[in-house]
T-cell receptor
Framework: DQQVKQNSPSLSVQEGRISILNCDYT??????FLWYKKYPAEGPTFLIS?????DKNEDGRFTVFLNKSAKHLSLHIVPSQPGDSAVYFC???????????????FGKGTKLSVKP | KAGVTQTPRYLIKTRGQQVTLSCSPI?????VSWYQQTPGQGLQFLFE???????NKGNFPGRFSGRQFSNSRSEMNVSTLELGDSALYLC???????????FGPGTRLTVL
């Protein structure tokens, strides 16, 4: 049973437009969420995170929105650039020390293609 | 600061052999987590070490084991390799384990 779901395996966007990547989760104990970007044969690169006490976090062109009631988060990239083309993973964890230390639960990823 | 480093980057083994992978975390990070990435299962958590102690373990057989040294460097070992163990093995470090994890480039293991 997938606790973190990225229902769109791929997304294609024109350069300069907004890319919106979505992620849903089922475990209400998750309280820290991260987005990673990954190129083939490389490790994931951390992009941005958000804790459950916030509903928005912004870093340059990247903004993450969290809707706790819907158990949904999204990553907005504005404007999208061809160099953003990669696989994006959503991940979640429990911040407390109740037994989930160092255990990120990942979605299966969304492959973003930004066309020039 | 140097990032997370993993050695070797690529490895080819045959079924039944055993393998040891190494991970050096970012300086000052005390938590090291290991993940397995395969096309079918995505990124799956193996285990996490903090201050030389395994704090958490994923749902993998006992053939997968690890350890952490006093300098926070970590190794993972897979014994009696199976074809299905072919994967990208990723190591991630963080300061406390429950904060942001930073990943290394991974070790690509191929089992023939």
């Amino acid at each position: 049973d997938q606790q973190v779901k990225q229902n769109s395996p791929s997304l294609s966007v024109q350069e300069g437009r907004i890319s919106i990547l979505n992620c849903d989760y089922t475990n209400s104990m998750f309280d820290y969420f991260l987005w990673y970007k990954k190129y083939p044969a490389e490790g994931p690169t951390f992009l941005i995170s958000i804790s459950s006490i916030k509903d928005k976090n912004e870093d340059g062109r990247f903004t993450v929105f969290l809707n706790k009631s819907a158990k949904h988060l999204s990553l907005h990239i504005v404007p999208s650039q061809p160099g953003d083309s990669a696989v994006y993973f959503c991940a979640a964890s429990e911040m407390n020390y109740g037994g989930s230390q160092g255990n990120l639960i990942f979605g299966k990823g969304t492959k973003l293609s930004v066309k020039p | 600061k140097a990032g997370v480093t993993q050695t070797p980057r690529y490895l080819i083994k045959t079924r039944g052999q055993q393998v040891t992978l190494s991970c050096s975390p970012i300086s000052g990070h005390r938590s090291v987590s290991w993940y397995q990435q395969t096309p079918g299962q995505g990124l799956q958590f193996l285990f996490e070490y903090f201050s030389e102690t395994q704090r958490n373990k994923g749902n993998f057989p006992g053939r997968f084991s690890g350890r952490q040294f006093s300098n926070s460097r970590s190794e993972m070992n897979v014994s009696t390799l199976e074809l299905g163990d072919s994967a990208l093995y990723l190591c991630a470090s963080s300061q406390q384990g429950t904060d942001t994890q930073y990943f290394g480039p991974g070790t690509r293991l191929t089992v023939l």
